[in-house]
T-cell receptor, first 112, second 115 residues
């Protein structure tokens, strides 16, 4: 399957700090998505990106679809304790593809 | 229902046994997906149903894995002769149509442990 590399693997930050994480691939993707997973739960969609270069915000979250279509980043501003969790990038190879390829995740810990 | 419901939430079995995992999608969602998430990894696609038919089963790892959705709603993932490597969280997701894999709502998963 496709390999999506996420970095960093884990982060420890102080409440109020900004966070940046990214995802790269050797393949071109049609769609990039960012999910958050809490313990014992399924992933929840945060942001979907459909066009190269697109920059999309959802509250304190901002994500960008890289120009090369092989990468994406997610920023979280002014982190709060409930931001704790594992963040996954996911890619859809082409429009209408049935499956998503997920990265290995970035585990975020927010210290109050 | 309000969300995707998966049962059991936890299943412990012995190597070689047969296991069934159930998924109840959001009412009205025609598309249903199964993913498998191993410890420390992201979810990996297993199979996709559009209605009653398995439209894409390319992610099933081998013929010990099988899934059905006989009435186009509830789906059952069946694993025969379980192996220790099958231990993982099995996630089900559904979406309104087969309009793309990106608008998925995931369930909380069934954690399978094979001893």
């Amino acid at each position: 399957g496709q390999q999506l590399n996420q970095s960093p693997q884990s982060m420890f930050i102080q409440e109020g700090e900004d966070v940046s994480m990214n995802c790269t691939s050797s393949s071109i993707f049609n769609t990039w998505l960012w999910y958050k997973q809490d313990p014992g739960e399924g992933p929840v969609l945060l942001i979907a990106l459909y066009k190269a270069g697109e920059l999309t915000s959802n509250g304190r979250l901002t994500a960008q679809f890289g120009i090369t279509r092989k990468d994406s980043f997610l920023n979280i501003s002014a982190s709060i304790p409930s931001d704790v969790g594992i963040y996954f990038c996911a890619g859809q190879l082409f429009a209408g593809a049935n499956n998503l390829f997920f990265g290995t995740g970035t585990r975020l810990t927010v210290i109050p | 229902g309000a969300g995707v419901s998966q049962t059991p939430s936890n299943k412990v079995t012995e190597k070689g046994k047969y296991v069934e995992l159930r998924c109840d999608p959001i009412s009205g969602h025609t598309a249903l997906y199964w993913y498998r998430q191993s410890l420390g990894q992201g979810p990996e696609f297993l199979i996709y149903f559009q209605g009653t038919g398995a439209a894409d089963d390319s992610g099933l790892p081998n013929d010990r894995f099988f899934a059905v959705r006989p009435e186009g709603s509830v789906s059952t993932l069946k694993i025969q002769r379980t192996e220790r490597g099958d231990s993982a969280v099995y996630l089900c997701a559904s979406s309104l149509t087969g309009s793309g894999a990106n608008v998925l709502t995931f369930g909380a998963g069934s954690r399978l442990t094979v001893l």
